[in-house]
């Protein structure tokens, strides 16, 4: 168990709805990062928070939005879902708004799009 | 804008033998590096990193990493592989973003050991 708590585990959603992805950081982590992983385009970064507010952005699409909360856990939302948004999306967390020192990920949310 | 390629898709070795999985960047300073393992199923665990100093540098699970500024190279070595090593192992390299230093991952190494 790395720390880092991500829910639900599966999902499996139809074309055209929204989802919601939540991530709980490691305690005493600040930084919240999300990461799309895919066959097709690796491990892509998406989005940074860090102690609730947008840090750094990435490859996020604008159907897709984050936020983090007071206590810290992060959620990305995922609208308007096409077959492409089908894969696996990481949370990863570190304790500054720095991830020089490495992150600690979860296990993941694997997103099915039918 | 930094990069990270990995040339090696798969790597079959036998268990017992030595491991090295290469990993090349680009990068115009001076980078921060580092190697995650993904067991299947599982998300990524931090190796090890390089920031800055001695050049060799140890990781978990018996894995180190030697950084090559001449060759843009931060391959990772093992002398002896076991059959739990058996994962995808992806290089990154840290750069500055907005304030923040995020990584560039390669697309990964698939490792397999055979018995």
């Known amino acids: 168990d790395s720390g880092v708590t991500q829910t639900p585990k599966h999902l499996i959603t139809a074309t055209g709805q929204r989802v919601t992805l939540r991530c709980s950081p490691r305690?005493?982590?600040?930084?919240v990062y999300w990461y799309q992983q895919s066959l097709d385009q690796g491990l892509q970064f998406l989005i940074q928070?860090?102690?609730?507010?947008?840090?750094a952005k990435g490859n996020i699409l604008e159907r897709f939005s984050a936020q983090q909360f007071p206590d810290l856990h992060s959620e990305l939302n995922l609208s308007s879902l096409e077959l492409g948004d089908s894969a696996l999306y990481f949370c990863?967390?570190?304790?500054?708004?720095?991830?020089?020192?490495?992150?600690?990920f979860g296990s993941g949310t694997r997103l099915t799009v039918v | 804008a930094q990069s990270v390629t990995q040339p090696d898709i798969h790597i079959t070795v036998s268990e017992g033998a030595s491991l090295e999985l290469r990993c090349n960047y680009s990068?115009?300073?001076?980078?921060?590096l580092f190697w995650y393992v993904q067991s299947p199923g599982q998300g990524l665990q931090l190796l090890l990193k390089y920031f800055s100093g001695d050049t060799l540098v140890q990781g978990i699970k018996g894995f180190e990493a030697e950084f090559k500024r001449s060759q843009s190279s931060f391959n990772l070595r093992k002398p002896s592989v076991h059959w739990s090593d058996a994962a995808e192992y992806f290089c990154a390299v840290g750069s500055p973003s907005g304030g923040s230093y995020i990584p560039t991952f390669g697309r990964g190494t698939s490792l397999i050991v055979h018995p």
């Open positions: 990863a967390s570190s304790a500054a708004g720095t991830s020089n020192y490495g992150y600690t």
């Open positions: 990068y115009g300073a001076t980078p921060y």
């Open positions: 305690s005493g982590d600040l930084s």
């Open positions: 928070y860090y102690n609730g507010e947008e840090r």
